[in-house]
Structure formats: structure tokens, C-alpha cells
């Protein structure tokens, strides 16, 4: 199985950017597709955005297209979420999870290793 552990959150303000860190460990990373998530108070988590295993295919939620991008670096078993022209719509704490998969797809459920989460929160 893999351990995650995210970083890279804070308090911002709207307009301002931040990159998201989640660092992985155990088996190999490259085995797996990752994505990241958020939950806002009140609210169900949600897909923000997906990576399959080797980076070249990436998926996004409507709401964050054009302002978020992920990334992965396999050979420091970390993927990351460059996060832009934020607003308040997105506080939220951000979860980092991973499937193992090998597809050249990006899929939106099926995540069954999740990180502790790390809270955003955009002041505006």
C-alpha cells in the first residue's frame, strides 16, 4: 500500500496562488493514478483533479479548469496542484488520494488510499 501526506496549505488571498504537495511512499508510485479532492464545511468532498500514473493524462472539475493544473514527479513520488486565481469558493480542506492503476484514463472515484488532508482557506 502507499502512504500520502499533503502540504502546502495556508491562508491566501483571493486572487493569490498556492501549490499543493502531496508525497507519497511505500510501493512503487508510479503504479498509481492520483487525484486530488476537497471538502468544504458543510459540504460532500469532491473531485478537484486527476493524474493517471505516467502524467500524461490529467482531468479537472469544471470549476477549477483553467486555474488549477497537477502534476507528478515519479521520481520524487510526489504530486502537486498548482492552485491560481483563487476565491473563496475554494476553501476547503484539500485531500491527496491514489488507485492503483496503470490505465490511460483519469477516473473520478475508486481512490482507496487517502492522505490526512491540508486546509486552504482564501480570505476575500
Known amino acids: 500500500q502507499v502512504q500520502l501526506v499533503e502540504s502546502g496549505g495556508g491562508l491566501v488571498q483571493a486572487g493569490g496562488s498556492l501549490r499543493l504537495s502531496c508525497a507519497a511512499s511505500g510501493r512503487t508510485f508510479s503504479a498509481y493514478a492520483m487525484g486530488w479532492f476537497r471538502q468544504a464545511p458543510g459540504k460532500e468532498r469532491e473531485f478537484v483533479a486527476g493524474i493517471n500514473w505516467s502524467g500524461g493524462i490529467t482531468d479537472y472539475v469544471h470549476s477549477v479548469k483553467g486555474r488549477f493544473t497537477i502534476s507528478r514527479d515519479n521520481a520524487k513520488n510526489t504530486v502537486y496542484l498548482q492552485m491560481n486565481s483563487l476565491n473563496a469558493e475554494d476553501t476547503a480542506v484539500y485531500y491527496c488520494?491514489?488507485?492503483?492503476?496503470?490505465?490511460?484514463?483519469?477516473?473520478?472515484?475508486?481512490?482507496?488510499?487517502w492522505g490526512q488532508g491540508t486546509q486552504v482557506t482564501v480570505s476575500s
Open positions: 488520494a491514489a488507485q492503483e492503476s496503470r490505465k490511460w484514463v483519469v477516473t473520478r472515484s475508486g481512490y482507496n488510499y
